[in-house]
């Protein structure tokens, strides 16, 4: 039962996890490191957007295949991807913007960290409630970056606003935060 668990588990979230990415193509969130404009390696659209451009996603790994106590371990990162992350200007608000967006992804992932543990702790062995939970909370992410990019866009003073909710987000959820490089 585990091996086809382990097995099933990994064809599912095997995209998710994107682990064909190099890993120095990645940069993993972590509260000692902010990005800054070398991390923006990709080659600009600006037909599409005019300003600098962030492209962040949450990736699911399974560590090590293996089982604690016949559950599940898996494991929730969020990561910035360099090659595909461009920029044409080079002020600091928008900076911070484009870190507001990474800090969002690392929200979702202690967020699908603390449902995982959740699961474990209510001694879920299969893999349909913790695919169900993965794709809810990854598309809650995208919708949540959409309302603070409509929200934010050019607005210093929502900036702020923004960037003490995403403090207090982060803050609130610290218990599922990875150490750095973990």
Not at 32 to 37: D, F
Not at 47 to 72: H, Q, R
Request: glycine share 2%.
């Amino acid at each position: 039962m585990n091996k086809i668990f382990i097995i099933f588990i990994g064809v599912i979230f095997f995209l998710l996890s994107n682990k064909s990415i190099d890993k120095k193509n990645l940069v993993q969130w972590c509260s000692e490191r902010k990005l800054n404009w070398d991390d923006f390696l990709g080659t600009p659209d600006t037909i599409n957007n005019p300003l600098a451009d962030a492209a962040v996603f949450t990736s699911l790994e399974i560590t090590k295949n293996e089982f604690i106590d016949g559950l599940p371990r898996l494991e929730v990162k969020s990561f910035f991807i360099k090659s595909k992350s461009w920029r044409i200007v080079n002020d600091s608000s928008t900076l911070a913007h484009e870190q507001l967006h990474f800090d969002i992804a690392e929200i979702y992932a202690r967020k699908i960290r603390k449902a995982f543990d959740s699961l474990n702790k209510l001694k879920v062995n299969h893999s349909g409630p913790y695919s169900k939970v993965f794709s809810i909370l990854a598309q809650e992410k995208n919708e949540y970056n959409m309302l603070y990019d409509l929200n934010v866009y050019s607005n210093k003073e929502k900036q702020k606003e923004w960037s003490l909710i995403v403090a207090k987000e982060l803050e609130e959820l610290q218990a599922y935060e990875l150490k750095c490089n973990e």
